[in-house]
């Protein structure tokens, strides 16, 4: 029988296996404890109680069970100090290598090289040098090859062997990664992913994700090293610096040894974005592109840029001269389309992908438009026959692009009101809010505002029919000054905070004439903007020269003699031309033309009365086209199809990952707000049949005119593609046109974003780690790098306690015995 298993419950036979041992303490107090505290309580407490029994006993006999009584206490102490036999041992175990290769979208890069000795570094790595020199052709390749073709070029290079002799010396493990892990990848077979994989994980790096994730899964495996191949660029998940230093201050000793792939220079880039233009546009208007237009490194080249329809160009090419050389400059530019007829059409503004360029997705742009042929409805109302109204309703009437009603509130009753051919004339002036809504644009002439009244509404009611045309229904007004009424007269109604000037009714006239005509001064807005453009084939410079009349020759547009004097322009008022001299409130010149979006709708102002004189020796040209454009410009709110509902989201384009946030108005037959609890869009989504999404209406307590009729639904798109909303009148009774929104939804793709190499983050990582960062075009150095062996010496321990084996409790027990036995014996009990 082994008695040492028997009473320390301890092998003999696994303590010689193991070899080295050591009693250990897990609840040992510090030796100042036991020296100074412990030891003299187990000696005095004993001795003190024995002193106290019966005087009849020897002293001898009291000592002796004082020091039993100590030595039981000493038993129980040690127990309650829970000694272990701690074993220790040394084991060698064959490590794992691990190696993670980048397979993200950034890996699809062809990096711009431009220096002979990089072409040449990477053609040895990848073998394309031929005996020993660069070719041209293998240099034209290496020109056409991504990053990730490079990495299987260099890996499967039979010269360097670089796969095989890792294999050789370590438990070979291999990962691809992008925003997770994937084991087993045919390293240097590796596929660009597919059009389908670019919807899926393969657009984002999660490289310290992937440390992570080869952790978990070998853990408690031995791993000698890690090697990653990547370029570093980590868009995903955990930082990989942070995991590095996670793993140093663990203790945990797996060097990391970067490849860091691609080219560390800065990108030569041109990138078009951030276009703005409408979703919804008339035949035969000149249609506006907006777009931002980012480059760098091409500082001082000029570059073209086409905006195409099925291929077919529908605009003058553009130049753009680029600006910037070593940093990123965005350039703003401009392109205008006249479509001729209607219809839904897909136009794409684009320029040629640079052969410097290694982001080659970035140079286009597609924009989806619905042109309508809808005829501008305009409502011409003045109050007496002064020569603008004269000249400006013959100028609407004739315009086969409008149909004109005109109301001239100084008429006899029985005067027949003008309009366009074929449509009847007005009988009363139309103030009730559905008559009103009718129209895109409405002119207020000058017009005394307290004659806008009828015998069924008030003209303070009309008024605030008016406004709510205009910033509710999208409406277009359009207020020529008068000498008699307009704007002063305006001052204190509604219609007023419509203006984008402010109203100076100060003196009798509010006005500024002048002996000789006065020709305005364009701003830098106006000589931008196509309301004042009126020969399209004139260059800007010619068109400011034809307003101005710099050089005096008298060959521009007539000058004015009178101007009303506003007391300045609003603060969210778009000024287009100006009095060349005079000045108002804060130093600003007077203005003459302006407008200002309020609500959903704009308002245009117009300081003279005599646009007429433009005629003088150029007939109708440039004063019909001037208010047509002016037209076209404040119809613009109307230009959604309907004019019950309203519909808008947050943005135009979401990613899968995005909420839309759905808002709409809906007013009923009568142009009132509809108040129910909810209504319903029709959602079509790529590829799918529509469904019905049901919109809440807005809470309202406080009874907000704004918030009334409106309604609010959030939507998780769930499929990549072009979607349209659709909003309209639920009765087949109910004829209202639909309001058509679309929007797109796109997978977020942050590879491209900046394809440059991060040799920074790869190299705190190796730091970190006490591994090594490695070019791409040294990876044949990485065998002679990596200095870990295939095998690592690790350390097993084995604990087995031992103060709760037989023989504590066997030595308690004795220690008890004897003392009782002694006590007996000496007649203490």
Sequence with gaps: MDWTKWLLGVDRGLVNEYGRWEVRWQAMPKAWVIVLVLLPLVLAIPGYFYRRENQTAPGGARLALSIIRSLLISVLLLALFQPIL????????????????????????????????????????????????????????????????????????????????????????????????????????????????????????????AIDGVLKELHGQPIAAMVIITDGRNNSGTDPVVVAEQLADRGTKIPIYTVGVGNPLPPKDIALSKLEAPEVAVAGDFVEFKFAVTSKGFAGETIQVSMTEHDQSVAPMLDVKLEGKDREVEQAALMRWKPEKPGEFVVKVSTPV????????????????????????????????????????????????????????????????????????????????????????????????????????????????LVTVVEELGGGLVMIAGELYSPREYKDTPIARLLPVSIDASSASSAILHEDPVRVELTPFGKESP?????????????????????????????????????????????????????VENGQKLPVFCYQRIGRGLCFFSAVDSTWRWRYLRGDQYFYTFWGQVMRHCRSGKLSGSKRFQLELDKNEYTLMDRVRITARVLDREYEPLREATYSVTLTAPD?????????????????????????????????GRYELALGPRGLDDSAPKVVVAFNVTEPNQENENPVLDAQTLIKVSETTRGKFLPFYEVDKLLFTIKETGEIVDIETKEQDLWDTPLVYLLFALLITVEWVFRKFVRLI
């Design 86 to 209: 701690f074993l220790e041992r040394e084991l060698t175990k064959e490590s794992y290598l691990v190696v993670l290769v980048d397979e993200s979208l950034s890996m699809e890069i062809k990096d711009k090289y431009s220096e002979a000795a990089q072409f040449e570094a990477l053609a040895r790595v990848t073998g394309k040098l031929k005996d020993g020199r660069l070719t041209a052709e293998a240099e034209d390749q290496l020109r056409r090859t991504s990053r990730l073709e490079l990495v299987n070029l260099a890996l499967k290079n039979p010269n360097l062997r670089i796969l095989d002799q890792l294999k050789d010396r370590y438990i070979f493990k291999a990962y691809s990664f992008a925003k997770g892990i994937s084991p087993e990848p045919p390293l240097g077979a590796m596929a660009i992913p597919t059009e389908s994989d670019r919807r899926g994980p393969f657009k984002e790096t999660g490289i310290g994700t």
């Design 354 to 465: 640079r052969s410097e360029e290694i982001v080659e997705t970035n140079n286009e742009l597609v924009h989806h438009i619905r042109i309508v042929d809808n005829k501008i409805k305009v409502l011409f109302v003045e109050g007496y026959p002064r020569w603008e109204y004269r000249y400006l309703k013959n100028a609407l009437v004739r315009d086969k692009s409008m149909q004109v009603d005109v109301w001239l509130a100084s008429a006899d009753a029985n005067f027949p009101q003008e309009g366009t051919p074929g449509r009847l004339p007005l009988t009363e002036f139309p103030a009730e809010k559905k008559q009103l809504a009718e129209y895109d644009v409405i002119i207020l002439g000058d017009v005394n505002p307290h004659n806008l009244g009828t015998h069924a509404l008030t003209a303070s009611q009309v008024w605030e029919n």
């Design 531 to 583: 309301l004042l453009r009126l020969v399209p084939t004139m260059t800007p410079e010619e068109n400011v020269e034809m307003w101005e009349d710099a050089d005096g020759k008298g060959d521009g547009l007539a000058g004015f003699y009178w101007f009303y004097k506003a007391r300045s322009p609003k603060a969210g008022a778009t000024v287009l031309a100006t009095h060349p001299t005079y000045e």
């Design 688 to 720: 799918q049949m529509p469904v019905e999404v049901e919109m809440k209406a807005v809470e309202n307590p406080q009874n907000d005119p704004r918030k009334a009729g409106v309604f609010e639904a959030d939507y998780n798109p769930s499929r990549l």
